[in-house]
């Protein structure tokens, strides 16, 4: 069993910079793969980001393209997603999502095991 925790969410006005953060357990955080997703109230759940287990190939949505970064620290046994030049229509509940095989970065939710809890982020305009 894989546990995901989400931090780092929070209100920030529009052209504004956030960090969130996903802390997994389990001894093989580094053979996972590791996604990024966001859900905007009434809308389904979309694809943010995406990281391989080496950190080496990652992947994006269109709509965050050159504006996020993902990135992992092994070691640490965490995820981020650093938000740059953020608009209000960030605003969503951010959650973190491994995929505990596989060599690549996946972009479909149902490509993945185990989901956090999510955080919220908010961009004011």
């Known amino acids: 069993q894989v546990q995901l925790v989400e931090s780092g969410g929070g209100l920030v006005q529009a052209g504004g910079s956030l960090r969130v953060s996903c802390a997994a357990s389990?001894?093989?955080?580094?053979?996972?793969?590791m996604g990024w997703f966001r859900q905007a109230p009434g809308k389904e759940r979309d694809f943010v980001a995406a990281i391989n287990w080496s950190g080496h190939s990652t992947g994006y949505a269109d709509s965050v393209k050159g504006r996020f970064t993902i990135s992992r620290d092994n070691a640490k046994n965490t995820v981020y997603l650093q938000m740059n030049s953020l608009k209000p229509e960030d605003t969503a509940v951010y959650y973190c999502?491994?995929?505990?095989?596989?060599?690549?970065?996946?972009?479909?939710?149902?490509?993945?095991?185990?989901w956090g809890q999510g955080t919220q982020v908010t961009v004011s305009s």
């Open positions: 389990g001894r093989t955080f580094s053979n996972y793969a």
């Open positions: 999502a491994a995929r505990t095989y596989g060599s690549t970065w996946y972009k479909g939710s149902d490509e993945y095991d185990y």
